[in-house]
């Protein structure tokens, strides 16, 4: 994030490509929404988190095979 805040997310790869998708499109809304799948704590029925278009410097992405 332009502010130095680093996130990290655990996603599908199904998702991972929808962000690329948002991310390199740069159309539509400014704001993405990161469903936190088995990350939910809490009493919540679904969490989301959502990031800014203008607020991202880099990302990366690492994938791995579940074993």
Not at 33 to 48: E, L, V
């Amino acid at each position: 994030m332009n502010t130095g805040l680093e996130k990290e997310f655990d996603l599908p790869m199904s998702e991972v490509n929808a962000f690329l998708n948002w991310y390199d499109t740069a159309s539509g809304t400014t704001r993405y929404g990161i469903n936190k799948h088995d990350n939910n704590k809490g009493p919540f029925n679904s969490r989301k988190e959502y990031v800014i278009f203008d607020k991202i410097l880099t990302f990366s992405v690492n994938e791995y095979s579940a074993k």
